[in-house]
């Protein structure tokens, strides 16, 4: 195992983040800060409780995992295409390291630096609203497992994505989406019926209910479901990037 | 010798159909510099690349010190720096950083001393904090090398290193190749400069159209090679060449005034002393007397027009 190789890439993809800690940590607190206030503080305060938690507070671990996979999905994604993009990816690919430890590298900063950022949105949220977490390591291991993914994910993406504007397609067209339809906002026992069923076909909602549940200790689908389908959705993400490596898709001509 | 690099019957055709490299073997040795001569779009870089791990073979097989490419490329990989013809480094990064950064991902702690020696070496050290994107062209290039080297390589690879490189640096380069080759770093480069080739090299070989035209000592193959010409300007033009000189390898310029003797330097007798004799004797008044030898980039030209 050549741990060096993937400190140096993990170090290297850090020392991105703190060069650019403006765009990458803070735009995205400040962000999520503004739904805590819209949201959670000025709309929430005339909103009714779901299942006895206060909408201000029912919204934080959706708000979390919004900010959470958009940032593991672009992080990962950015942090391998950009050596692709400017060609510096010669090295790791003419360097004597495995292809899982170059994944562990980039994934790991990816996924490093998501987990930072939720940590410092649920931090805020608790200046606006009131919040309380039942399962604190529940909490932390949901929050982990999502991180790290999505970071899957977005290493996949950024490999495929040819340009920058393929490299965007996936977070905004897709992500975004089943985010918003996955019950970030409301439960979905709100749905008409035909949706509830509906809904049940987007992986973020499993995410999103046991995320919820490690707060509040009531959740849309059993915690175990919540469980099987991130892992499910990782051995998926790691069978897809052992095919990358092994063909060489995208990497080598 | 045992070659440190051995490459047999590699063959590679990229998806878009072409095929850049048909059947190349080449063995290089241990402690070497090889140049690897030919136009643009001979396969050059294409056979780096498969070696050091960036495009996958068709078919073939490459060792590296002993060691396999594909089942033994960690050991394979750890002996090669490669120093790419594109400039392609993180411009945000630091040079220092970046430097490091190669020596990690070739599995080395670090080492302040090695680091600094190189970038001292290579007239980086100055820069060491300054974001590459602040450096000259020229500089940029330096760090590629510094990168390459980073991990105390046992080969070095420089594809095209002086493409658009200005006096100094190319002096500098040579300096370190010169260094390098001393403490026995076996060093391959393409380039399309042939004075480079000449200069530097120890072995030439000569790529044309995805084949290996030949690898040779350079010395020899300037020698086998080396043809000289005798030009004999002549004090009065002349219609044709006289009877008397048919014997000779003469022709005659076409407005009659210089006569061009092509002769082997490396043959017992180059017959220029009977010729200059027949000369006068033929009543012929010479003006002036010139000689050219051929370079190496009259015997490549000569090669790859084939």
């Known amino acids: 195992m050549n741990i060096h190789a993937i400190k140096a890439i993990y170090f290297f993809e850090m020392a991105r983040t703190f060069r650019t800690l403006l765009q990458s940590i803070i735009s995205p607190v400040i962000s999520t800060a503004l739904y805590f206030i819209v949201f959670g503080s000025a709309i929430g305060s005339r909103m009714v409780a779901i299942e006895g938690v206060s909408y201000g507070a029912f919204i934080v671990p959706g708000l979390i995992m919004l900010t959470v996979l958009m940032q593991s999905v672009t992080n990962a994604s950015f942090g391998i295409y950009f050596p692709k993009f400017i060609g510096t990816i010669y090295e790791p690919l003419s360097a004597p390291v495995s292809y899982f430890e170059i994944v562990v590298g980039y994934v790991g900063a990816a996924a490093t630096k998501s987990f930072v950022i939720g940590l410092i949105i649920l931090a805020t949220s608790f200046l606006f609203v009131p919040v309380q977490i039942a399962h604190p390591f529940w909490m932390l291991g949901f929050l982990l497992l999502t991180c790290l993914s999505f970071s899957l994910l977005g290493f996949i993406i950024g490999i495929w994505a040819r340009n920058f504007e393929q490299l965007n397609l996936v977070p905004s067209l897709i992500i975004t989406p089943l985010v918003f339809l996955g019950g970030s906002f409301y439960s979905i026992s709100m749905l008409p019926p035909f949706w509830q069923t509906a809904t049940l076909f987007n992986p973020i909602v499993y995410l999103v209910s046991g995320f919820r549940w490690s707060f509040f200790d009531t959740a849309d689908v059993a915690v175990s479901y919540s469980l099987a389908a991130i892992f499910v959705f990782s051995v998926l993400c790691v069978s897809v990037i052992s095919w990358i490596f092994k063909t060489g898709y995208r990497l080598k001509n | ?306």
């Open chain 2, 1 to 306: 010798m045992d070659p440190i690099i051995s490459v047999t019957a590699l063959d590679k055709t990229y998806r878009s159909g072409q095929r850049a490299l048909k059947g190349v073997s080449l063995e290089i040795r241990s402690g070497e510099i090889l140049a690897l001569l030919g136009p643009n779009g001979a396969g050059k870089t294409t056979l780096i690349s498969m070696i050091c791990g960036l495009t996958s073979p068709s078919s073939g097989q490459i060792t590296v010190g002993g060691y396999d490419i594909v089942t033994d490329y960690r050991a394979a990989r750890s002996l090669i720096g490669l120093v790419p013809q594109e400039v392609a480094l993180e411009p945000f990064e630091k040079v220092l950083n970046t430097v490091k950064f190669s020596r990690g991902l070739f599995g080395h702690p670090p080492d302040a001393a090695y680091v600094e020696q190189i970038l001292r070496q290579l007239s980086l050290w100055d820069k060491r904090n300054t974001p590459i994107k602040e450096l000259s062209g020229g500089m940029k290039r330096r760090v590629l090398i510094a990168k390459a080297l980073s991990h105390q390589p046992k080969i070095l690879f420089l594809d095209e290193p002086t493409a658009g490189v200005d006096v100094e640096l190319r002096k500098d380069m040579w300096d370190v190749v010169g260094k390098l080759k001393a403490s026995g770093v076996t060093i391959v480069l393409t380039t399309h400069y042939i004075e480079e080739a000449e200069a530097i090299a120890d072995r030439v070989g000569v790529i044309a159209d995805g084949d290996i035209l030949l690898v040779e000592d350079k010395d020899k193959l300037m020698a086998q090679m080396g043809i000289k010409e005798l030009y004999i300007e002549l004090q009065k033009p002349i219609k044709a060449i006289p009877p008397a000189l048919a014997s000779y390898d003469l022709w005659l310029a076409e407005d009659g005034g210089r006569l061009t003797y092509v002769y082997d330097t490396k043959a017992e007798r180059t017959g220029i002393t009977g010729l200059l004799t027949d000369l006068s004797a033929a009543g012929l008044a010479l003006r002036d007397l010139q000689t050219s030898q051929s370079s190496l980039e009259d015997i490549f030209v000569d090669l790859v027009k084939d």
